[in-house]
């Protein structure tokens, strides 16, 4: 009996140990060590234990190939299925319509009204030097680079 509770204790602690039905949006900004992505998971009471998240990490080898991006995960995931997920990049896929035409505040208003990011936030990013410089844009803005196509 004092095995099988031990045994339902690491289970919970593992999962999460939350029964909440909602869903929970995580964002993985690029460059996240595993730590700060346990920090994030356990903060949205996804896990239980950050030490064990990175221990499962560390032995699934994944811990240095998680994907940037933004993800949703019921409460109560095992950690595979959310390391899982981490590592194929099954992150949340958004579509923001600009007309033919519009410009870079164009994008940033319409990036607020659709998605609900700040334009400010959107305004910053393309002038961002460090930001340009990972794309090797060397323009003051990114207005201009942008394609009427699709982003990841």
Same mark, same amino acid.
């Given at each position: 009996?004092?095995?099988?509770?031990?045994?339902?204790?690491?289970?919970?602690?593992?999962?999460?140990?939350?029964?909440?039905?909602?869903?929970?949006?995580?964002?993985?900004?690029?460059? %996240?060590?595993?730590?700060?992505?346990?920090?994030?998971?356990?903060?949205?009471?996804?896990?239980?234990?950050?030490?064990?998240?990175?221990?499962?990490?560390?032995?699934?080898?994944?811990?240095?190939?998680?994907?940037?991006?933004?993800?949703?995960?019921?409460?109560?995931?095992?950690?595979?299925?959310?390391?899982?997920?981490?590592?194929?990049?099954?992150?949340?896929?958004? +579509?923001?319509?600009?007309?033919?035409?519009?410009?870079?505040?164009?994008?940033?208003?319409?990036?607020?009204?659709?998605?609900?990011?700040?334009? +400010?936030?959107?305004?910053?990013?393309?002038?961002?030097?460090?930001?340009?410089?990972?794309?090797?844009?060397?323009?003051?803005?990114?207005?201009?680079?942008?394609?009427?196509? %699709?982003?990841?």
């Amino acid at each position: 009996m004092k095995r099988q509770i031990i045994a339902a204790a690491v289970l919970l602690v593992g999962c999460g140990g939350t029964t909440s039905t909602t869903v929970q949006r995580v964002a993985i900004p690029p460059g %996240s060590t595993v730590l700060t992505v346990a920090d994030s998971l356990a903060a949205h009471h996804l896990i239980g234990s950050i030490g064990w998240f990175r221990f499962r990490a560390r032995v699934a080898r994944v811990d240095r190939r998680l994907k940037a991006g933004i993800y949703e995960f019921q409460p109560g995931t095992s950690i595979s299925a959310i390391l899982r997920k981490l590592r194929t990049g099954d992150a949340l896929q958004f +579509r923001v319509t600009l007309p033919e035409g519009g410009t870079l505040f164009d994008l940033a208003r319409n990036t607020e009204v659709q998605l609900g990011i700040p334009s +400010r936030a959107v305004l910053d990013a393309a002038s961002d030097s460090t930001l340009r410089a990972q794309y090797q844009i060397t323009a003051p803005s990114v207005e201009g680079w942008l394609l009427p196509e %699709s982003f990841d």
